[in-house]
């Protein structure tokens, strides 16, 4: 075993430098020299500042623009901590959302949940739906909903609240992606929230569908993975062709 | 289930087929030391590394020496990553400024074996924990070297078989070198530049700062990923340098280099079932190996599948589309990527689980109880459905010794394979390995569900076993076990909502990780001395053929049998009974009750 060793550490050593270190040094070289763009992450730079990354996804929470899906990479779409929720199909804090009290001892919301994401895509979306009590009782002085109130209502163990979207609602629009970073959305979720962003920059419906088509991208080679719209992308063609006024 | 995601899948095992028997024949060759078209290249650099190691290559070893020489090596590649790790803030290209206060001891020690054993189970985040010269001068090395190391086992047990009254299985040393030089260097080369191409990133710059358009700063981080990407998936490897692995849109940006990913983690894995054959000169014996394993692939994936596009019934009662339309995909979509779909999610799970490569394009974690069954399922076979580099072969001789030799039982003849008597040591030696990992899943699994600890203590700060869980109920059972299966099968991926970064977990799941791979590879290459030694036996009216779809049912009924059945009551109260109780409707809260009787 003894007379192993030399060559065992020898061997580890020679490839650490051919794998390790030559082999990195000569893509790097040639990825840099042949997809310079690519190889440094398909960045976005408007007026010589960055805004972003064509591959990843960024918040959007204002009504001017698509939003993406929910995300569980840090505080949202952080590309320094990419995760998915690792919450499993009957976990009650991934359904009915979870609450916390904060510093001052309030109780605020720490997991949104389903059906709470759900109520927001219908309210902002203005999707129709049925609901057991009226939203106004979550509402608070601003007429903004109280995530605390609306979650602890569906935690309630005697009567929860019932909330039913009389449209069906696109998956990828209430679940949290696997990278927390997923620059796309679904056709269908960027069909429904067209409305919003039309109403928001003062245009028709008809015209941001219609960016929204172009901007969908087909199956790779036509027949892998699924249709998707590039939020980031969409969002950028909107501001340049109807830009908010 | 889509006709076009159905398409996706036939298309991906289309192309592996297609490419079985190129990939074989060129690694027979190779084995075999016959020279290919590489070699006007690679030659010159091959002997080089002969001489600066001190290595003849001429000079045949015993099973005893082969297994020495694999030992040695693997010690060498355990403290070379343990030092990496452990002094990166010392070390150049390192940006972001990563110390050892990134990685305690257990913490260096669990990822050092982890990446050692071809099994890349990772407790970090690459992208907030690892310098890029850990990724490239630690993780990325071990990735080619422990594939190349698990290659050569496998061509050495196929020695045993072709060889007869042999001392010698072959040079350890001159195999891992073939392996990376001829094999995974040429292949990760053009693999890189096609994936970088695409937009997976390859430099080595600080994280770039943007300002999104909504006005908020955004941190988006970089590094040499293409070299590495290529190799985890070609080595079955699967450490992902980023966190969120090949989701991520950097290590996986469409659905095209979905395809290649999950092409290269089979393509290796297919090909030596080939290689065998050929080597063994009978190629109908590999292509049975490959059917056998074939069966099982599309047997899982066309379970995945549909249950991830039926979704969770749960969420179809609020109101969220379940089934898939022209203009979205439906299904599961929690931990799944939108350019990815149902069928790109429910196919890479699969593939990386029959493989011992454990990357993902989506959190198994989340996945509907029977779709995450598929892959739990898949690592508990041994991985022998095209497996790990290596690993996959070997594995499934070993099964395909027992089966024969409970074909010789039921007939009551000494059962022979591939013109070797299969007698007591082999059987023994094959048993033991696959009753072993068996062994550690149960035994840690159970361990760890029933331990108590001190809470905010040394060895487990959130206190009990199972207070590391990010579900309850059933799942939270299906979490542990998945851990520990992963690191015994030396596969990676994971249930990823548990907590693992704590001294009992990082020393249990490293020392899963240890003896699922050498608790393997050693009785494997005692079979290959022993194999070696013996008389070559011709072929008689007696012997049971072992090329036929007879032998192919025997040996599913065998991986099936002896191996996953052992963990069916283990997976009843995991993912089973969780399956019923979601179509119930009932939902679990994380509320910890420890057990009491371990403290």
Redesign the interface.
């Given at each position: 075993?003894l007379k192993?060793?030399?060559?065992?550490?020898?061997?580890?050593l020679?490839?650490?430098v051919?794998?390790?270190?030559i082999?990195?040094a000569?893509?790097?070289a040639?990825?840099?020299v042949?997809?310079p763009a690519?190889?440094?992450?398909?960045?976005i730079v408007s007026n010589g500042?960055?805004?972003?990354?064509?591959?990843?996804?960024?918040?959007?929470?204002?009504p001017e623009?698509f939003h993406p899906?929910p995300s569980a990479?840090g505080g949202g779409?952080?590309?320094?901590?990419?995760?998915?929720?690792?919450?499993?199909?009957?976990?009650?804090?991934?359904?009915?959302g979870t609450t916390k009290k904060d510093d001052q001892g309030k109780e605020v919301a720490d997991f949104l949940g389903?059906?709470a994401r759900?109520v927001h895509y219908c309210v902002e979306n203005g999707v129709p739906?049925e609901s057991s009590v009226s939203l106004d009782r979550f509402k608070d002085g601003d007429g903004n909903l109280d995530d605390a109130r609306l979650i602890a209502a569906f935690n309630d163990p005697a009567t929860p609240l019932t909330?039913?979207?009389?449209t069906?609602?696109?998956?990828?629009a209430?679940?949290?992606?696997?990278?927390?970073?997923?620059?796309?959305?679904?056709?269908?979720?960027a069909?429904l929230q067209a409305a919003r962003v039309a109403a928001a920059r003062g245009v028709s419906a008809a015209q941001i569908q219609e960016m929204v088509v172009m901007q969908t991208?087909g199956?790779?080679?036509g027949?892998?993975?699924?249709?998707?719209v590039n939020v980031?992308a969409l969002?950028?063609a909107i501001?340049e062709r109807f830009p908010k006024k | 289930m889509t006709s076009?995601g159905i398409?996706?899948i036939v298309?991906f095992f289309g192309l592996v087929l297609l490419v079985t028997k190129p990939v074989g024949l060129f690694m027979s060759r190779l084995f075999q030391g016959q020279r290919t078209f590489l070699h006007p290249v690679l030659r010159p650099?091959e002997r080089l590394?002969y001489r600066?190691?001190?290595?003849s290559e001429d000079r045949e070893q015993r099973w005893t020496?082969y297994a020495?020489?694999t030992?040695?090596?693997s010690?060498?590649?355990f403290l070379?990553t343990y030092a990496l790790i452990r002094l990166q803030g010392l070390l150049p290209l390192n940006p972001q400024g990563f110390g050892a206060a990134q990685a305690s001891p257990d913490q260096a020690f669990n990822t050092a074996i982890s990446f050692m054993t071809n099994t890349n189970w990772q407790w970090y985040?690459g992208?907030?924990a690892m310098s890029y010269l850990v990724q490239?001068?630690?993780f990325?090395?071990q990735n080619?070297?422990s594939t190349a190391a698990g290659l050569a086992v496998a061509i050495a047990l196929v020695r045993g078989f072709v060889r007869h009254e042999s001392e010698t299985i072959g040079n350890f040393?001159v195999d891992?070198?073939r392996g990376?030089l001829y094999v995974?260097?040429p292949l990760?080369?053009v693999g890189?530049?096609l994936l970088?191409?695409?937009?997976?990133?390859?430099?080595?710059?600080p994280?770039?700062?943007?300002?999104?358009?909504?006005g908020?700063t955004?941190?988006?981080?970089?590094g040499?990923v293409?070299?590495?990407e290529v190799?985890k998936q070609l080595g079955t490897n699967g450490g992902g340098f980023?966190?969120?692995n090949s989701?991520?849109?950097?290590e996986s940006?469409?659905?095209?280099t979905?395809?290649v990913q999950v092409f290269l983690i089979f393509i290796l894995g297919a090909g030596l079932t080939y290689t065998f054959g050929h080597m063994v000169k009978d190629t109908r014996q590999g292509w049975a190996l490959f059917w056998a394993m074939a069966v099982m692939f599309l047997a899982g994936v066309f379970v995945a599948y549909p249950a991830e596009q039926a979704?969770?019934p749960?969420?179809a009662n609020?109101?969220?589309?379940?089934a898939a339309?022209?203009?979205?995909?439906?299904?599961?979509?929690?931990?799944?990527?939108?350019?990815?779909?149902i069928s790109?999610?429910a196919l890479f799970a699969t593939v990386t689980t029959d493989a011992s490569c454990g990357a993902?394009?989506?959190?198994h974690?989340?996945?509907?109880?029977l779709g995450?069954l598929v892959p739990m399922f898949n690592m508990q076979t041994d991985e022998v459905i095209f497996g790990g580099v290596g690993a996959g072969l070997y594995g499934m001789l070993l099964y395909a010794i027992v089966g024969v030799f409970i074909a010789g039982l039921m007939v009551g003849r000494t059962p022979e394979y591939i013109g070797k008597k299969i007698q007591q040591k082999e059987v023994k030696m094959a048993l033991f390995a696959i009753l072993a990992t068996s062994f550690l899943i149960l035994v840690f699994s159970g361990i760890t569900i029933a331990a108590n600890f001190e809470k905010g203590g040394y060895w487990n700060a959130p206190g009990a076993g199972i207070a590391n869980l990010?579900?309850?109920?059933?799942?939270g059972l299906?979490e542990i076990l998945y851990a520990y299966t992963s690191a015994s099968e030396n596969n990676g991926s994971a249930?990823?909502?548990i907590t693992v970064n704590t001294p009992w977990y990082d020393l249990t799941l490293g020392l899963a990780m240890l003896f699922g791979r050498f608790l393997f590879i050693i009785p494997a290459l005692a079979i290959a001395g022993s194999l070696a030694s013996k008389k070559f036996v011709p072929t008689s009216a007696g012997t049971l053929p072992t090329h036929g779809p007879l032998f192919v049912g025997l040996l599913v009924a065998t991986v099936i049998v002896v191996g996953a059945l052992t963990f069916f009551p283990a997976l009843a109260l995991g993912p089973i009974v969780?399956h019923f109780?979601?179509h119930q409707g009932?939902?679990?809260?994380?509320v910890v009750t420890s057990f009491p009787i371990w403290s």
């Open positions: 075993m192993e060793l030399r060559p065992g550490f020898m061997m580890m020679v490839m650490t051919i794998t390790g270190m082999y990195p000569f893509i790097t040639i990825a840099q042949v997809f690519q190889a440094n992450g398909s960045l500042t960055v805004i972003g990354s064509r591959l990843i996804g960024q918040n959007f929470s204002r623009y899906r990479a779409y952080d590309p320094t901590a990419s995760a998915g929720s690792n919450l499993g199909p009957t976990s009650a804090k991934y359904i009915n389903i059906k759900i739906f909330f039913l979207p009389t069906a609602i696109p998956s990828d209430v679940t949290a992606s696997a990278s927390g970073l997923d620059p796309h959305i679904s056709p269908a979720n069909g991208e199956r790779s080679l027949f892998l993975g699924e249709p998707a980031l969002n950028l501001d | 076009i398409l996706q298309v650099l590394i600066l190691c001190g290595v020496q020495a020489s030992l040695s090596f010690l060498f590649a070379f985040s992208e907030a490239m001068a630690g990325a090395v080619f070297v040393w891992l070198t990376t995974l260097l990760s080369v890189a530049l970088c191409s695409q937009g997976v990133i390859q430099n080595f710059e994280y770039t700062v943007a300002t999104t358009l909504e908020a955004q941190t988006i981080a970089q040499p293409a070299s590495q190799i980023f966190n969120a989701s991520h849109p950097f940006p469409n659905p095209f979905n395809l979704g969770n749960i969420l609020l109101g969220v589309e379940s339309t022209a203009t979205q995909s439906g299904g599961n979509m929690e931990g799944k990527e939108c350019r990815f779909g790109g999610s993902v394009n989506s959190m974690d989340s996945y509907t109880p995450g990010n579900n309850a109920g059933p799942h299906s249930f990823a909502g969780e109780l979601m009932t939902l679990f809260s994380t």
